[in-house]
């Protein structure tokens, strides 16, 4: 039977090559399949600062204009903001196909995008955390849950 795990992430808005590129770093480090990026104030760069293994080569960097409208198919959206009647991730079953949206580090994700976003989730912090931060705690929670999916054996 085919893997039906996929992941992609899409970025609202990120506010710079740094924030990308540590992204970018995550997302090779987490098997994500492809990354896109919304907004006017990240401008692609050629050189990803701080994407040292050069990810960028291998995984999709995508600039588009709306999120929505790229959802691979049978993805569910999952939005990652601080908002009351998000989940906690660590109670969170991840979807076995999932977009995982990210706001700006300097800022939220607009009501209009979590409005078609399927789940809500947050990271319990005592603060926020930067994008990079927030995207490899999510990633990461995702692998070190395994098979704690959707589709597979739940953990008791």
Known sequence: MANRRY??????NPK?????GAVMRAAGCYGVNSVFYTGKRYARAQDFVTDTKKVHQDIPLIGIDDLQQIIPLGCTPVAVEMVEGARDLTTFTHPDRAIYIFGPEDGSLDKRVLSWC???????TNGCM????TVNVVLYDRLSKGLNTRSGPQFG
């Open 16 to 20: 710079s090559p740094e924030n990308v």
């Open 118 to 124: 399927e789940e809500v989730i947050y990271i319990p």
């Open 7 to 12: 992941s992609c992430i899409g970025l609202f």
């Open 130 to 133: 930067n994008l990079a931060a």
